[in-house]
């Protein structure tokens, strides 16, 4: 059975930093790509950071390009989200996802809807 559990959510000044984490577990294989969404009070969920079975193919939304850098721990299965500079819009609930990959393509993916694994989510406030 397929669980990822987030850490690292809290409270934090505008300006400061906070490094998610997505544990994963039940994977036989390294060969997963994960995700990283966020949904705003009010708003819809959006896409934040992919990352494929390694971390030589990632995707980051435009607007957090420089701030935001996903990466991956395949030993300890571990997925991070290294937020920087982080501003009172970056408020939200952040989930990680997770779907099996192909071993011959080190794809991320950006869509809800590709994504069969769901962590519960961890909150993060930026607030001064």
């Known amino acids: 059975q397929v669980q990822l559990v987030e850490s690292g959510g809290g409270s934090v000044q505008p300006g400061g930093s906070l490094r998610l984490a997505c544990a994963t577990s039940g994977f036989t294989s390294q060969f997963y790509a994960v995700g990283w969404f966020r949904q705003a009070p009010g708003k819809g969920r959006e896409v934040v950071s992919c990352i494929g079975y390694s971390d030589m193919s990632t995707y980051t939304a435009n607007s957090l390009k420089g701030r935001f850098t996903v990466s991956r721990d395949n030993v300890k299965k571990t997925v991070y989200l290294q937020m920087n500079s982080l501003k009172i819009e970056d408020t939200a609930v952040y989930f990680c996802?997770?779907?099996?990959?192909?071993?011959?393509?080190?794809?991320?993916?950006?869509?809800?809807?590709?994504?069969?694994?769901w962590g519960q989510g961890t909150r993060v406030t930026v607030s001064s």
């Open positions: 996802a997770a779907r099996l990959s192909s071993i011959a393509s080190n794809a991320v993916y950006t869509e809800e809807r590709d994504y069969h694994y």
